[in-house]
């Protein structure tokens, strides 16, 4: 399948600059896979479209301050954005500046334009273009809440006032390079009305690096490969969705890294060779570790029943993913639909339901 045809036209002012000042006040298209229709409504509707006993799968990942600064020994300015934990002190990370090679040693700053702090980091290996990775002299996740900065995407150009707008109201495991945007529209109000409703939220985890920031830029769709980002299911919000779909109440993925975790989680299922006899009955089976999983048009979803997720950048591989989901035409017409009613997109922009 080729990239291109995942290329859309996108208005520049319909580019999301700030998130609103209420979470839930975000529009919400009602994509219906089924019926082929297609409806206008507001996130805060979200209960309507809901049942008793529908299982919604959040991921909890907290964004850091992962944007920091640093100085070459010759003095010239590196930009780093850390993308994906290693162990406490080891980081893979994007690093912006000229000649950062194996073995050189980076002095940090105090942010953007700080002053150089007593805290150090080596590059220990070099990787693709200009991904290093960087070995600090002390723990990583403490030293960046005080002198890194929240990468925002590229495409905003606004500062916040508030770093919390960017961060899920149930985020919890830090260690993200980016929001799983999709959370941004829930707040404590609508889960508890979800709650009281019969509808349960329960959270796995999925530390978003790399892929995020960039397009997918092969001829063919089928010859990207993903890197790999660090996800858990564990073992009791596993049972909990098996017995979702044993029951046949639906399992809603919130957000496109909720469903790389659950199906990342129904490979593994398959792969079980200490499940009983009984496990054509598990749809997924816990894990921690790594995933690498591309979906796109042709991918069997099994573990999803209906998805929460936001409008996502032209070949991106969240834009494939959904469209794997709901088909490529009826995403191509929601799209339009969306951009023809002035929708908000991207990481501060609103909403869509797909059943």
């Known amino acids: 399948m080729r990239t291109a045809e995942f290329d859309y036209e996108l208005p520049p002012e319909l580019i999301a600059q700030q998130p609103l000042e209420r979470r839930d006040r975000s529009r919400l298209l009602i994509v219906d896979r089924n019926r082929q229709t297609i409806l206008h409504r507001h996130f805060s509707d979200l209960p309507t479209f809901l049942e008793p006993g529908d299982l919604l799968i959040h991921n909890q990942t907290r964004v850091i301050r992962a944007r920091i600064f640093a100085r070459k020994p010759t003095g010239g300015r590196v930009e780093i954005l850390l993308l994906r934990q290693r162990d406490s002190r080891t980081w893979e990370a994007l690093v912006g500046g000229k000649r ?81 945007t999709a959370g941004l529209h829930f707040t404590p109000e609508l889960l508890l009305q979800l709650r009281d409703m019969g509808i349960r939220s329960e959270f796995v985890t999925l530390h978003i690096g790399l892929d995020t920031f960039q397009p997918v830029r092969e001829e063919h769709i089928e010859a990207h490969r993903m890197h ?59 894990f921690e570790g790594e995933t690498d999983l591309f979906i796109y ?59």
Do not use: W
């Not at 990583?140 to 500062?159: K, R």
């Not at 069997?300 to 490529?328: E, I, Q, Y």
């Not at 191509?332 to 909403?351: M, N, Q, T, V």
């Open 100 to 180: 950062v090679r194996q073995g050189l040693t980076l002095k940090l700053l105090d942010g953007p334009d700080g002053a150089p702090t007593d805290a150090e980091a080596s590059v220990v290996e070099q990787g693709e273009q200009a991904i290093r990775v960087l070995q600090f002299d002390r723990p990583v996740l403490p030293l960046v809440e005080e002198i890194g900065v929240t990468p925002l995407p590229p495409y905003i150009h606004q500062t916040l006032d508030d770093d919390e707008r960017y961060q899920t109201v149930y985020a919890r495991e830090p260690a993200s390079a980016a929001a799983p």
């Open 228 to 286: 790999t980002e660090r996800c858990s299911l564990r073992p009791e919000v596993a049972r909990r969705v098996n017995q979702a779909k044993l029951e046949g109440h639906r399992v809603v993925a919130v957000g496109t890294t909720a469903v790389r975790v659950l199906e990342t989680a129904a490979v593994r299922a398959t792969q079980d060779h200490d499940c009983p006899e009984s496990c054509p009955l598990q749809t997924v089976a816990a």
């Open 297 to 355: 048009p042709g991918y069997p979803v099994r573990a999803v029943d209906a998805l929460v997720t936001n409008f996502h950048l032209p070949r991106s591989t969240l834009l494939m993913l959904v469209a794997a989901f709901a088909g490529k035409e009826l995403i191509d017409r929601a799209y339009a639909e969306a951009i023809a009613h002035g929708y908000r997109f991207y990481s501060f922009g609103d909403a869509m339901l797909i059943l």
